[in-house]
């Protein structure tokens, strides 16, 4: 009910092609929240959300990103890195991270302007707050902006804040994939067991 709500409420005020992607993202959003996450992974998740914010108040205000090439909008500077598709952004990796760390379908709220690019570009910025961006968009610098933050003094720490990031996500991945895989292996050997059972019953039955 909620989510039919929210999407009628984005088909007012913004056009179609966004409504849909988030209705496809928040359903996404909802179906990642895993309750046989493990303390490990939802540690980890919890460490990206505080690294991204630690992240995003290390770069605070540029200028690199206002003024770049202008996809999809001749009305609005800046942005480039913000013209993929939403869904490519939002990878079910990065979802599971954004679920455990504390991201609710309703807190991914659009901006209202035309759609140029992922769903939360807008004239200025990211409408979302740092804490429910992916870790891919927090973490990324263009040459342009790495060499503002060079000259400004900061790259060197915000350098090491980004490997941070990558090193927990890719810890987030692993240790989320060979927890999958190892349900997998266990559902399959219940399977064969339950097989065994039922042919040694049938067996049996006719002796």
């Not at 598709?85 to 979802?95: R, Y």
């Amino acid at each position: 009910m909620l989510s039919a709500a929210r999407y009628l409420w984005d088909r007012l005020s913004g056009p179609r092609t966004r409504a849909d992607e988030l209705l496809r993202l928040r359903r996404r959003l909802a179906e990642a929240a895993d309750p046989n996450a493990s303390a490990t992974e939802r540690r980890l998740a919890r460490q990206l959300c505080q690294l991204r914010q630690s992240l995003g108040t290390q770069i605070g205000e540029v200028q690199a990103c206002r003024g770049c090439v202008r996809p999809h909008s001749e009305r609005w500077p800046g942005g480039h890195c913000c013209s993929g598709h939403t869904e490519d952004l939002f990878t079910d990796h990065e979802l599971a991270t954004l679920r455990l760390s504390g991201t609710r379908p309703h807190q991914l709220r659009p901006p209202r302007c035309e759609h140029a690019g992922c769903a939360f570009r807008g004239p200025t910025g990211c409408s979302l707050d740092t804490a429910h961006r992916p870790n891919l968009c927090v973490s990324y610098t263009c040459r342009e902006l790495r060499s503002e933050l060079d000259q400004r003094g900061d790259g060197a720490a915000i350098a090491r804040l980004q490997q941070r990031i990558q090193v927990t996500f890719a810890r987030f991945v692993a240790t989320m994939q060979e927890r999958l895989e190892a349900e997998r292996f266990e559902e399959l050997e219940d399977s064969l067991r339950r097989l065994g059972t039922g042919r040694h019953r049938r067996a049996s039955a006719t002796l």
